[in-house]
């Protein structure tokens, strides 16, 4: 994969921070479709071969084996995403100094596109898009999902109950995937690194672009797919508009945070 291959070497000054000194390049559209390969093909990999391959060797009823088995390795899968983005900066960029990380990743407060405003209150944006994104996964059914690879219905279960009951190493694996999931792994590859490359590849469609290949992407939980089109709504063309990753991460992450508690109290 040659993912350092960009359309030009050029920062385009309407598509980034007037003030940075960070130039991002634009990626061609082959090595945008190589750097999502890297996530998705592991993550597919993963869950349909590898985890069924783990799951006899893990002790517990019905469908509690293969949970613990794809807990296990998706967790992998998503610490990768967060190790390649770093692996990609460093070969962009040539270094992983915060500042530069900063920039390069969008990792800075929203930016008014009308007033150049920064901060403040432009993050109470964040409020209406975390409803709109919890509605919208509570509302759009999904098809498909096996008993055995649904992890809500596994919170629902007693058999799920009586798992987590005081298992507090599992509970910090299901933390590490939710980290990696919102924050340092998909949502940083997503919308801190390929949204603010894909511009110069989809013109002012870039974050439509970026809203497919993120859907497209979960191929190792494709039920989910329907629901993750609307993410483009909530978390890509908001980041692309606020120059702010941390919006997409803070969406997203408010879903983490929710499951988080709830399976904590299950935990204890």
Do not use: C
């Not at 991002?24 to 479709?33: C, M, S, T």
């Not at 750097?35 to 799951?55: D, E, H, I, T, Y």
């Not at 407060?109 to 919890?134: E, N, Q």
């Not at 924050?183 to 002012?204: D, V």
């Amino acid at each position: 994969m040659d993912a350092s291959l960009p359309v030009n070497k050029r920062t385009v000054a309407a598509y980034d921070a007037p003030d940075s000194a960070v130039e991002i390049p634009q990626y061609r559209r082959l090595a945008i479709l190589a750097v999502w390969a890297a996530a998705a093909l592991p993550m597919g990999a993963l869950a349909w071969l590898v985890a069924p391959a783990l799951a006899d060797r893990f002790s517990g009823p019905a469908n509690v084996p293969m949970a613990k088995a794809l807990l296990s390795v998706l967790a992998v899968g998503l610490v990768w995403q967060f190790v390649l983005v770093l692996v990609l900066v460093r070969r962009e960029q040539g270094t992983l100094r915060w500042p530069v990380v900063r920039d390069a990743l969008w990792l800075r407060a929203p930016r008014s596109p009308k007033s150049g405003r920064v901060g403040g209150r432009i993050w109470l944006i964040v409020i209406p898009l975390i409803l709109v994104f919890g509605a919208a996964h509570e509302l759009i059914p999904t098809f498909g999902a096996s008993d055995d690879r649904d992890f809500g219905a596994l919170l629902e279960s007693d058999t799920g109950k009586e798992f987590l009951s005081g298992a507090w190493g599992w509970y910090a694996v299901i933390l590490v995937g939710f980290i990696f999931n919102t924050a340092l792994g998909e949502e940083l590859l997503f919308r801190g690194f390929l949204l603010p490359r894909m511009n110069g590849a989809f013109g002012r469609g870039d974050w439509v672009a970026n809203g497919l290949l993120h859907s497209v992407y979960h191929l190792h939980v494709p039920w989910a797919m329907p629901a993750a089109l609307v993410d483009m709504f909530t978390q890509a063309y908001p980041t692309k508009r606020y120059r702010s990753a941390w919006i997409g991460i803070a969406v997203h992450s408010a879903q983490s945070v929710v499951l988080a508690i709830l399976v904590f109290t299950l935990v204890v």
